[in-house]
Protein backbone atom coordinates (compact mmCIF):
# COMPACT_ATOMS: atom_id res chain seq x y z
CA UNK A 1 0.00 0.00 0.00
CA UNK A 2 2.78 2.67 1.26
CA UNK A 3 4.80 1.70 -2.49
CA UNK A 4 1.65 2.41 -4.08
CA UNK A 5 1.08 6.18 -2.82
CA UNK A 6 4.33 6.98 -3.44
CA UNK A 7 4.28 5.74 -6.63
CA UNK A 8 1.72 7.72 -7.28
CA UNK A 9 2.81 10.95 -5.65
CA UNK A 10 6.12 10.23 -7.73
CA UNK A 11 3.69 10.13 -10.76
CA UNK A 12 2.15 13.12 -9.83
CA UNK A 13 5.15 15.05 -9.50
CA UNK A 14 6.73 13.98 -12.90
CA UNK A 15 3.93 15.16 -14.44
CA UNK A 16 3.70 18.67 -12.88
CA UNK A 17 7.27 18.92 -13.90
CA UNK A 18 6.14 18.01 -17.11
CA UNK A 19 3.37 20.24 -17.32
CA UNK A 20 5.88 23.95 -16.25
CA UNK A 21 8.52 23.17 -18.57
CA UNK A 22 6.04 22.53 -21.39
CA UNK A 23 6.90 24.67 -25.00
CA UNK A 24 4.36 24.88 -27.20
CA UNK A 25 4.42 24.75 -31.24
CA UNK A 26 3.96 27.78 -33.55
CA UNK A 27 0.34 27.45 -35.10
CA UNK A 28 -0.05 27.42 -39.20
CA UNK A 29 0.82 31.03 -40.09
CA UNK A 30 -2.19 32.60 -41.21
CA UNK A 31 -2.55 34.09 -44.92
CA UNK A 32 -0.69 37.47 -45.22
CA UNK A 33 1.59 37.24 -41.91
CA UNK A 34 4.84 37.88 -43.24
CA UNK A 35 7.01 35.00 -43.45
CA UNK A 36 9.70 36.37 -40.91
CA UNK A 37 7.53 37.04 -38.39
CA UNK A 38 7.89 35.42 -34.71
CA UNK A 39 5.31 33.73 -32.63
CA UNK A 40 5.15 33.89 -28.53
CA UNK A 41 2.13 32.30 -26.82
CA UNK A 42 0.94 29.90 -24.84
CA UNK A 43 -1.28 26.59 -24.76
CA UNK A 44 -4.57 29.54 -24.77
CA UNK A 45 -2.95 31.18 -28.33
CA UNK A 46 -0.52 34.05 -28.63
CA UNK A 47 0.47 36.27 -31.52
CA UNK A 48 3.21 36.40 -34.60
CA UNK A 49 5.23 39.33 -34.65
CA UNK A 50 7.94 41.55 -35.78
CA UNK A 51 9.87 43.91 -34.28
CA UNK A 52 12.71 46.50 -36.04
CA UNK A 53 14.89 49.20 -34.56
CA UNK A 54 13.81 52.58 -35.35
CA UNK A 55 16.31 54.31 -32.96
CA UNK A 56 19.14 52.10 -30.43
CA UNK A 57 19.96 55.30 -28.84
CA UNK A 58 16.43 56.25 -27.80
CA UNK A 59 15.07 52.40 -27.40
CA UNK A 60 12.84 52.77 -30.43
CA UNK A 61 11.30 50.18 -32.05
CA UNK A 62 9.01 49.32 -34.90
CA UNK A 63 6.51 46.69 -34.08
CA UNK A 64 3.33 44.97 -35.76
CA UNK A 65 1.15 42.05 -33.76
CA UNK A 66 -0.98 39.42 -35.76
CA UNK A 67 -3.53 37.60 -34.27
CA UNK A 68 -2.16 33.83 -34.84
CA UNK A 69 -5.13 32.31 -35.94
CA UNK A 70 -7.01 35.53 -38.11
CA UNK A 71 -3.53 37.48 -39.48
CA UNK A 72 -5.39 40.77 -37.92
CA UNK A 73 -3.34 43.47 -37.21
CA UNK A 74 -3.85 43.99 -33.53
CA UNK A 75 -0.99 46.89 -33.49
CA UNK A 76 0.81 48.49 -35.83
CA UNK A 77 3.11 51.31 -34.24
CA UNK A 78 6.39 52.18 -32.61
CA UNK A 79 7.05 50.81 -29.29
CA UNK A 80 9.70 52.00 -26.54
CA UNK A 81 11.87 49.54 -24.90
CA UNK A 82 11.34 49.63 -20.65
CA UNK A 83 13.54 50.30 -18.83
CA UNK A 84 16.17 50.95 -21.61
CA UNK A 85 19.12 51.14 -19.57
CA UNK A 86 19.53 47.12 -19.42
CA UNK A 87 21.44 46.64 -22.67
CA UNK A 88 19.76 46.32 -26.62
CA UNK A 89 17.36 43.86 -27.32
CA UNK A 90 18.49 41.49 -29.89
CA UNK A 91 14.76 42.10 -31.84
CA UNK A 92 15.57 38.85 -34.45
CA UNK A 93 15.96 36.08 -31.12
CA UNK A 94 13.12 34.46 -30.60
CA UNK A 95 14.06 33.54 -26.94
CA UNK A 96 13.90 37.53 -25.90
CA UNK A 97 10.26 37.24 -25.84
CA UNK A 98 7.95 36.01 -23.71
CA UNK A 99 4.49 37.18 -23.97
CA UNK A 100 1.94 39.65 -25.64
CA UNK A 101 -0.46 40.73 -23.20
CA UNK A 102 -3.07 42.80 -25.41
CA UNK A 103 -1.16 45.73 -24.55
CA UNK A 104 2.47 45.44 -24.57
CA UNK A 105 4.98 42.87 -25.62
CA UNK A 106 6.42 41.07 -22.45
CA UNK A 107 10.91 40.50 -22.60
CA UNK A 108 12.04 37.79 -21.29
CA UNK A 109 14.44 39.79 -19.12
CA UNK A 110 11.26 40.96 -17.75
CA UNK A 111 11.35 44.21 -19.42
CA UNK A 112 8.45 45.32 -21.99
CA UNK A 113 7.99 46.76 -25.66
CA UNK A 114 5.61 50.03 -24.79
CA UNK A 115 3.52 50.87 -27.85
CA UNK A 116 3.36 54.60 -27.75
CA UNK A 117 1.52 55.12 -30.88
CA UNK A 118 -1.15 53.04 -32.45
CA UNK A 119 -1.84 52.16 -35.74
CA UNK A 120 -4.42 49.76 -36.79
Keep these: M ?3 V ?3 AVLLLLFLLWGCKQKFDQPQRPAGVPKDSMWVGGSDGGVFFQVRV ?3 RDALYQMT ?3 D ?3 EV ?3 GLA ?3 PANR ?3 NVDDPSSYSAWDGEKMILSDERTLQPVESRH
Design 87 to 89: GKL
Design 65 to 67: IYH
Design 69 to 71: RTG
Design 2 to 4: RTG
Design 74 to 76: LFK
Design 80 to 82: ELR
Design 6 to 8: IGG
Design 54 to 56: VAQ
